[in-house]
């Protein structure tokens, strides 16, 4: 049977409350996904955001540094324009988008004001200080 619960000292000098997912250990797991709640992580927030422009027909490879959080962050997407986007992990620390109006199979699709001029057009992204 595992720890689900921990209030209290946990490891040396770290004190807090850690609630598991059902067959987890909240005693001694040390992956963030095993946990429902736990007070030593921040809170979700924005840790980096940008805008790629993007124009008519064109196909951008973008390669954007991020903080080293120690883990793969959840990344989100907004689009103005019809773009297929791939993004892809190069590191902890690297985040490659690739962006396009007519982007290869299997591509994600964000649909939004496909009547904007290209000058309006564009894709932005927000890091989030959460794991995937």
């Not at 209290?8 to 598991?20: A, C, K, M, N, P």
């Not at 040390?30 to 927030?45: E, Y």
């Amino acid at each position: 049977m595992s720890n689900r619960v921990v209030l209290g000292q946990r490891e040396t000098d770290t004190y807090g409350l850690w609630i598991s997912k059902a067959g987890k250990n909240a005693l001694t797991s040390n992956v963030a996904t095993d946990f429902l709640f736990r007070t030593d992580m921040k809170a979700a927030q924005v840790v980096q955001f940008g805008i790629i422009p993007q124009t008519s027909g064109s196909f951008i490879t973008t390669d954007v540094a991020i903080p080293n959080l120690g883990y793969r962050p959840l990344v989100e997407m907004q689009s103005l324009g019809w773009y297929n986007i791939i993004t892809r992990f190069l590191s902890n620390t690297l985040i490659r988008f690739q962006v396009a109006q007519n982007g290869p199979e299997g591509s994600i699709v964000l649909p939004v004001n496909p009547q904007g001029s290209a000058s309006q057009r564009y894709v932005a992204y927000r890091v989030w200080g959460v794991p995937l």
